[in-house]
């Protein structure tokens, strides 16, 4: 017989012990909460990334840590939907919209003709890039011919110098005007400079 249980965060630290296996979601497994796993056998990340998983703690205690592959579960493309979302809805000013339909008025830009920036091109950069072949530019400092311009990562800033989309699981610099959509790990991010510039409208936004 399996057992499975639902238990609430508050809860794990003084349950953990009791079972075999984690399926961590939303949750920190840290180095504090995995030493209380006595019984731990494994850790199936409920996702693609270890990132909220002490990995040194796991396998210092003998923990195997296994992941869900981006590719067999259709979670890249999700992504590369999402990114598509939260493009259109930069570009059209979504947080206006209701407004100004009822004004019949135009939604603000459009994406065709626009230069996009994917940075980082595996499974979900791949996948944004197919959907984005539909009239627009796109560059990308990986090798694929998805895209119109290719670079090293010293082209960094060139294309981003150019681009009026940047779509990134990658740190990198401000540039005035740009749309910033990052769809990948949010610990790659400099928030202190994402924060600044939306404050001082160099990248746009959703909400107000």
Do not use: W
């Amino acid at each position: 017989m399996v057992q499975a249980d639902d238990v609430s965060f508050e809860n794990v630290s003084a349950m953990i012990d009791d079972y075999d296996i984690c399926v961590p979601k939303n949750f920190k497994m840290n180095s504090d909460v995995i030493s209380r796993a006595k019984n731990m056998k494994l850790i199936m990340q409920f996702g693609v990334g270890f990132d909220g998983v002490d990995t040194n703690a796991a396998t210092k205690q003998g923990i195997k840590m296994a992941k869900i592959s981006s590719g067999e579960s259709e979670n890249a493309a999700s992504c590369a939907e999402m990114a598509i979302y939260l493009i259109l809805a930069l570009l059209r000013k979504q947080h206006q919209m209701e407004i100004a339909v009822n004004h019949g008025e135009p939604i603000d830009d459009t994406l065709l003709g626009k230069i996009v920036l994917i940075m980082g091109f595996g499974s979900i950069g791949v996948h944004l890039a197919k959907r984005l072949c539909i009239g627009i530019n796109g560059t990308n400092y990986n090798y694929d011919d998805l895209v119109d311009e290719r670079g090293s990562q010293d082209d960094i800033l060139k294309f981003a110098s150019k681009a009026d989309i940047v779509v990134c699981c990658l740190p990198m610099t401000t540039e005035t005007g740009a749309l910033l959509i990052n769809i990948g790990r949010g610990g790659v991010l400099d928030y202190e400079a994402v924060y600044n510039n939306l404050k001082i409208g160099t990248f746009g936004r959703i909400k107000n």
